[in-house]
């Protein structure tokens, strides 16, 4: 039986840009596929500039995931906000990207090579 999630290494090279700097890089990123979404990019929370991540109270749930909270990213250039999200107890078809985070890539720019 198939699954509505799909989780695969992303392969390469993963950076994080937000406003210009660089937040995060890893070599370690998941990608997520779910259902005719496009591919999103997950990367371990370990590879991120942390300190410059603010917790928001926003929360969304998905069916698929689980619930996902919010961050919003603050830089000298401005803060970027609820641009960040991450499912932090996930449920079990999606497991694998806990501890993770993912970013709106219409505010972020997340470049993969």
Known sequence: MATH???????G????RA????IGETTQALEL???S???VIYVPRGDMAMALLDPSAKQTTCP????ASYYSIVTPEGTLTDVVWSYENPIAQAAEIAGHLAFY???????RR
């Open 33 to 35: 596929r779910e259902g």
């Open 105 to 111: 890539t219409d505010r972020v720019t997340v470049e």
């Open 64 to 67: 698929h995931k689980g619930k």
């Open 19 to 22: 406003n210009g700097a660089v």
């Open 37 to 39: 979404y496009g591919p």
């Open 5 to 11: 999630i799909q989780i695969t290494p992303a392969g």
């Open 13 to 16: 090279t993963v950076t994080i």
